[in-house]
């Protein structure tokens, strides 16, 4: 199906230069056959000499922005934001600069941490940053430093948009930080063995006591002594335990927000099984955060077009009339509930299905969705990047 796909439009509402989108284009839909971000294995899938076209994907990665172009995915109809670190496990890159050991301490890799918007059961990436053990200690900083300076690259994004948090964030330095900059947050508590210490009005410790099929809130206590929370646990029958979130909204649509999160873990999932990204191999960090982008890109591209298709061929609208729509209607546009309508994402449906749609309906599917994906791009976005 991918060859019945015209990539130029996309990546002309992605690049300013007609020379670097017509470029993207080529390198887009050869990433998206290859299903690899390998520079070998992308430019097996071009028209031409492949060691011409290895060369001539070099030269666009020097030539283009590409986590800018990314960053022009950010949904402003986005009720919220995720974000979500994954290892990427590079084991035999004994010399690579920016691989460090991942959090067993022993396998090489480095991390990944994406921000994206919820989008049909999967995410939308727009931005992200990479870090690894070696990295933090080159350039003496932490962790925890990495996520705050993730944060305060979309800050201007944000606005009233809260922020989705896995409990990798539960932690002291960075609720100061987002109170501080005012930004509103739904955190999974950490808890373990040592779990963090709340305070009520009085100073006294909340007991974090709950029981099976039970719920609990706690309004306006202090995490650690220190950052004023509202605190909900819920314990689901059937869980081995409960789940507690912090959040700086009123209690329950904190919790709904935080079960919605799972989106992103999925799209990390289709990214590394449908288009390689646990392959991404550069040498420079530079070079791996360009193709990591572009593969971004890619994935976003597949996902709309992908989910388009499901509509025509599970949501009965085969020969009905075609109107424009926007992303955000696109989202709502759910009318067959049926199992495969929820059964697969839109890019599996693009890159494994095989789709019995003429080559006229599907350029026909590409056309509404590329102007659904200019008026998503197309919109002022201020960042601190």
Not at 337 to 358: A, T
């Amino acid at each position: 199906m991918i060859k019945f796909i015209d990539i130029l439009g996309f990546a002309q509402s992605l690049f300013d230069e007609e020379r670097v989108a017509r470029k993207g284009a080529h390198i887009l839909k050869a990433m998206l056959r290859a299903r690899s971000p390998r520079l070998s294995d992308i430019s097996q899938h071009m028209p031409g000499n492949p060691q011409a076209k290895y060369k001539e994907i070099q030269r666009f990665l020097h030539q283009a922005d590409l986590k800018a172009a990314l960053m022009r995915l950010f949904r402003v109809d986005a009720p919220f934001v995720l974000a979500d670190p994954t290892e990427i496990p590079r084991p035999q890159a004994r010399k690579t600069a920016y691989v460090g050991r991942l959090k067993d301490g022993k396998t090489r890799g480095f991390w990944l941490m994406l921000l994206a918007t919820p989008f049909r059961g999967r995410a939308l990436p727009f931005h992200f940053i990479t870090y690894s053990s070696k990295t933090i200690a080159q350039k003496e900083t932490s962790r925890n430093l990495n996520h705050c300076r993730a944060f305060a690259g979309i800050k201007a994004l944000l606005g009233d948009r809260p922020l989705v948090l896995d409990r990798e964030f539960s932690y002291l330095e960075l609720l100061h930080n987002l109170v501080a900059e005012g930004v509103h947050f739904v955190i999974r508590l950490r808890l373990g063995s040592h779990p963090p210490v709340f305070l009520d009005k009085r100073g006294r410790r909340v007991d974090l006591m709950i029981f099976p099929e039970q719920e609990v809130i706690h309004e306006n206590i202090l995490y650690k002594g220190e950052v004023r929370v509202h605190l909900i646990g819920r314990w689901k029958r059937g869980f081995a335990r409960p789940l507690w979130v912090m959040t700086s909204l009123e209690p329950q649509q904190g919790l709904a927000l935080y079960l919605q999160r799972m989106k992103i873990e999925e799209s990390f999932r289709d990214l590394k099984s449908l288009l390689g990204l646990h392959k991404v191999m550069n040498k420079s960090q530079q070079n791996m955060e360009q193709m990591v982008a572009l593969l971004m890109i890619a994935y976003a591209i597949g996902l709309l077009i992908g989910e388009a298709v499901r509509d025509q061929l599970f949501a009965g609208t085969v020969n009905r009339p075609q109107t424009p729509t926007t992303c955000a209607s696109l989202q709502q546009a759910v009318v067959n509930k049926g199992q495969k309508w929820k059964l697969y994402s839109g890019l599996f449906i693009l890159l494994k299905q095989k789709i019995r749609l003429s080559a006229r309906e599907i350029r026909r599917i590409v056309r509404r969705v590329l102007e659904s994906f200019v008026r998503l791009v197309q919109h002022p976005v201020r960042t601190n990047v």
